[in-house]
């Protein structure tokens, strides 16, 4: 593993389990929310985005965590290993929820600067509807990759600790 990508609806827990594979491996972090989002959560423009992007995969070794379909075939490409946390909607609106509870009118980790937590109904709707709307094709792009590239789909927080606590005994 040395290009690992982590993907999964909002809530399910990307950032920490990134955060948690760069202890294990000592392979830096790119959580791609920094690197988006502009203050007051403005996007960047599409081009730009791009190119960041091609700027951040250029490394040997990363992982990154994020979704942001727009440029994931560029990273699929790149990467090695790829984890999907494949967490239930219910788990992960419960989590979304808490965080925002949690860091309400402030920065939260791993978020750029200048974006304060905030409840935002459409933003809970994302998650609500991402399993339905974006799990059909995330599968999908996961199974037409070429058999030279590790994909591991974790389901729960339980799948997580076992793989993490099997990566110890390594």
Same mark, same amino acid.
């Given at each position: 593993m040395n290009r690992i990508m982590v993907i999964g609806c909002c809530g399910a827990g990307k950032s920490t389990f990134a955060r948690k594979l760069h202890e294990h491996t000592g392979i830096d972090v790119i959580h791609l929310d920094q690197h988006y989002h502009?203050?007051?959560w403005e996007e960047p423009s599409k081009h730009s985005w791009e190119k960041k992007v091609k700027e951040l995969i250029q490394g040997d070794q990363w992982i990154i965590d994020g979704n942001y379909g727009g440029?994931?075939?560029?990273?699929?490409? #790149?990467?090695?290993?790829?984890?999907?946390? #494949?967490?239930?909607?219910?788990?992960c609106l419960y989590r979304v929820i808490k965080r925002t509870i949690k860091f309400h009118g402030k920065s939260r980790p791993?978020?750029?600067?200048?974006?304060?937590?905030?409840?935002d109904l459409e933003f809970l709707h994302y998650v609500a509807v991402f399993n339905i709307v974006k799990g059909k094709s995330i599968a999908e792009k996961l199974s037409a990759l070429p058999k030279s590239k590790?994909?591991?789909i974790l389901k729960n927080d339980r799948e997580v600790d076992q793989y993490l606590t099997s990566r110890k005994s390594i």
């Open positions: 502009l203050p007051n440029t994931m075939d560029l990273r699929l490409e #790149k990467a090695d290993t790829i984890f999907y946390l #494949k967490y239930s909607t219910l788990s791993n978020m750029a600067e200048g974006c304060y937590e905030r409840f590790k994909v591991i």
